[in-house]
């Protein structure tokens, strides 16, 4: 999301801004910083360092946290904005997946994990090892909403060329979940789209189970575009030519393990069975987890 970052600096107004370098500096780091490459930061590293990227003017010096809305919907506001007619998007972008998704996965992160995402890991079928990972993860994982471009490390070792964009992105030290979502109204997959996410989700960094979970209007066969109208497997099969023998090997032996499916109407029922069955003695708790429980229905009913 690296297009919500500020493109001046907030003391001078200057509009270079280059990366900190924190720590002892190597022999050629200061013609390096001298060179604008780099800003040093000093010996004293901050104790934010691993969780923010410090920024610093590359005139006056200011170093700085640049600061953006890593929201749902901060990221699904910069998603419009890269769209080529944002129109489609007034009256709430009804139909759309990506408002769909956003809307409905970030209540899933607020609500009870437990009680609900955790009925919709277990309302999907297919990859059922998985999901039982996954739903052991719940109330641990954290929730990306729209997180953007994610490549794939391909066999040799090199970076794949292609991106893919996971709607959605559940994290745990144990299991990993991408979600790809489309509309309840009837649509199609790219030709190498389920194939493509599922290559980079296996060559992801993490040695946690691995998910995949596709969120649909109906269920398979799924329409994937110069393909036609086709199992899950025949999906991932077709774009096998595009890989090497091992990737087609992994992708194919992995179709049946990490890829699951679930409908939105299925997605709507969990959600109402847990807010039926959800009980705390605390009556507010009760009314917000209801309120936004019946939020996930009243979303889904509406773009479909």
Known sequence: ??????????RCSAEVIIPVVWGMPA???LDRAERGEFALGGCCVPDDCDTATYGACRDCGFAFVPLGNDSPIGRLLDEISWEGNARTYRGGGRGRENVL?????????????????????????????????????????????????????LA??????WTVQPDVRLEAHRAVVWVEAKRIRPSSFQEHQIARTLQALLSSPTQ???????????????????VGTVEIAEAVAHSTSQVGSREREEL??????????????????????????????DPSTGAAVHRMAAAVDRAIAWHG
């Open 101 to 153: 998704t956003t809307e409905v996965f970030a209540l899933l992160d607020l609500l009870p994990r437990s009680a609900f995402l955790g009925a919709v890991l277990s309302a999907a079928h297919g990859a059922d090892t998985a999901r039982a990972v996954a739903i052991a993860e719940t109330e641990r994982m954290v929730v990306s909403v729209l997180p953007g471009d994610v490549h794939a490390t």
């Open 27 to 29: 022999p050629d780091d």
């Open 156 to 161: 040799d070792g090199s970076t794949s060329t």
């Open 252 to 281: 194919l032996a992995a179709t049946d393990d990490v890829v699951a499916w679930l409908t939105w109407a299925e997605l709507a029922a969990a959600v109402r069975q847990s807010a039926g069955l959800y009980g705390t003695h």
């Open 1 to 10: 999301m690296g297009r919500l970052a500020p493109t001046s600096c907030p």
């Open 208 to 226: 946690a189970s691995r998910l995949l979970l596709l969120v649909r209007g109906s269920p398979p066969p799924v329409k994937v575009r110069r």
